[in-house]
């Protein structure tokens, strides 16, 4: 008879299997003892998931001003199972999300979230975070979330395993230790040239792959000039979180995303300063997205 033995893994000479990360190894989430649903928990994820956690909410919160908590971290196999239980219930025929756990058959219950079979979970590896106000399950267009996740990814932190058809997930992230760190970020002189850019590429509806619009900007109650990324798919998703337009969100600025862009300017009266588009990509549109 198969017997279901969890992989064992290692990190910094240490063995463990999921669910059993040594304390050692493990590092705490910032903000210290600002987590979970009360906003008082403190997180923890394995020592370089943490450290990559860590940078990613530093430059999240500096590029955006969007301030992140997660209300899921390393799970312990008790945990998972207490998790499990929770969202499965054991049923011989039928049901939804069929899973199987000791050898026997569990499906999901009405309205609960997916949740891995106890063991197997990358929160038992303490490498994955669910990531508070990031959606509901299959929301993948909120703004928040739109804007923030292309930074968390620049830092490793890949959304693959909650877009998963059965998961379906937007706050589910798991961090890829094979990942280098942050590609190195130009310093932001080309904020003019990159309005121009924009401007081209959505005025003779190029279908072009744009994969940074830069912007300089003051924030409320910093003197600095500070830089924004905004990709383009960042733009379709808050441009279609409005309500008014459905974009496709590929990352292509088409024709479509230009005329949606103009008809959000004219509307929101963020172009020229005279109720017209000007089809650039600047703060007052930025924050017209963000606060609609
Ligand atoms: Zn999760």
């Known amino acids: ?78 945990e998972q199972e207490r998790f499990f239980l929770r969202s499965y219930v054991a049923q011989t025929t039928g049901g939804h999300d069929a899973r199987t756990w000791h050898g026997v058959r569990y ?65 589910h992230l798991v961090y890829d230790p094979a990942h280098g760190g942050p590609a190195p970020v130009p310093d932001g002189r080309g904020g003019e040239e990159a309005h121009t850019r924009v401007e081209i590429d959505l005025k003779n509806g190029l279908v072009v792959t744009m994969h940074k619009l830069r912007f300089n900007g003051v924030a409320n109650d910093r003197p600095e000039t500070f830089v924004r990324d905004i990709h383009v798919d960042n733009l379709q998703g808050l441009l279609n979180g409005t309500q008014r337009y459905h974009l496709p969100v590929d990352g292509v600025g088409g024709p479509a995303t230009r005329d949606a862009l103009a008809d959000w300017q004219v509307f929101t009266n963020t172009g020229d300063g005279q109720g017209h588009a000007d089809l650039v990509v600047g703060k007052s549109v930025w924050k017209s997205l963000m606060e609609y």
């Open 107 to 171: 499906v999901r219950r009405p309205g609960r979230e997916s949740v891995a079979v106890p063991g197997t979970s990358n929160h038992g590896w303490g490498l994955a975070v669910d990531v508070m106000d990031f959606g509901r399950a299959g929301q993948w267009d909120l703004p928040r979330r739109v804007t923030a996740f292309p930074v968390l990814a620049e830092h490793g932190w890949t959304d693959t395993e909650g877009r998963q058809p059965h998961v379906d997930e937007p706050w």
């Open 1 to 78: 008879m198969a017997t279901l033995v969890a992989e064992a893994q290692t990190f910094a000479g240490q063995k463990y299997s999921n669910g059993s990360v040594p304390a050692e190894v493990l590092a705490e989430l910032d903000p210290v003892g600002g987590h979970g649903t009360d906003g008082h928990a403190h997180a923890y994820l394995r020592r370089d998931a943490a450290e990559a956690w860590n940078s990613a909410r530093q430059d999240v919160l500096r590029r955006t001003d969007i301030s992140l908590t997660v209300r899921g971290w390393n799970r312990t196999l008790a």
